[in-house]
């Protein structure tokens, strides 16, 4: 069993994978050594760790993973099962990275963007020959309420509610429509770019705030919410020179 971990900005997620089926999965706020093996299930079939770290991750957490089992830390130096085209890499998401990883597996020999809604919007593009070719950033839902009332005088800082109206008809209501409806429209604006380009492209979305825009963007997409979780349990499982083929998408196309 594998254990692997998304140490991420906000939420750090733990999950154990037989072969290549999850059968556990926790989030947290927090992540130490103690908490996780607190949590954890199952430890003592569990026979090898991945970890990927935004880089706030604590060392000691690190140092029991390397001392308890087979563990890799993802890193640019770690082999991945795709051909990685970026031109920084040591300075590419972990992330976004494991992301394509899986995205290839289960779409094989096809282009694909692989679009988070998190902390950050990410999209990543890896062609048919399973070059990942680099992507886009933007901020994400909270980053961007965030902006708005550090760097004004007067807007307050608001909280996720569901999708507005277009037109605002108070400040509160203005703020969500802006920063709602205007990632909506750079969601379908940029992959309208892609499948310009790139007509049968396949479109993936993940991220904590995905269910927010699953249902609101215009084009063809797959909802696949743990993508990352499953590219670092295939980069895994590819590094202990085993194959194991994830199963094709679960979520219909919308």
């Not at 556990?24 to 026979?47: G, M, V």
């Not at 980053?143 to 807007?155: E, G, N, P, Q, S």
């Amino acid at each position: 069993m594998n254990l692997v971990i998304d140490y991420g900005n906000t939420l750090k997620k733990i999950a154990l994978y037989d072969r290549q089926n999850m059968v556990y999965f926790k989030p947290f706020r927090e992540l130490d050594a103690t908490i996780l093996c607190h949590h954890l299930p199952e430890k003592e079939q569990i026979r090898a760790a991945i970890l990927a770290s935004t880089g706030n991750c604590p060392q000691e957490l690190i140092q029991w993973l390397n001392s308890s089992y087979r563990f890799i830390e993802l890193t640019e130096q770690v082999p991945v099962p795709i051909t990685n085209r970026y031109e920084t890499p040591l300075t590419l998401g972990k992330d976004r990275l494991a992301a394509v990883v899986a995205a290839q597996e289960r779409f094989p020999r096809q282009d694909i963007l692989a679009v988070s809604a998190g902390t950050c919007i990410t999209y990543d593009f890896i062609n048919a020959s399973k070059e990942y070719l680099g992507g886009s950033i933007s901020p994400g839902i909270h980053m961007r309420f965030k902006a708005l009332h550090t760097f004004t005088a007067h807007l307050p800082l608001i909280e996720m509610a569901p999708p507005p109206r277009l037109t605002g008809e108070n400040t509160e209501e203005s703020i969500l429509s802006g920063v709602m409806n205007g990632i909506v429209a750079e969601m379908n604006g940029i992959i309208h770019q892609y499948r310009q380009e790139y007509p049968d492209i396949k479109i993936i979305l993940s991220g904590g705030d995905a269910n927010y825009f699953e249902k609101r963007l215009k084009n063809n997409i797959f909802a696949i919410p743990n993508i990352v979780l499953e590219g670092l349990n295939l980069i895994l499982s590819f590094n202990l020179g085993e194959k194991h083929s994830i199963r094709p998408a679960a979520v219909d196309p919308d």
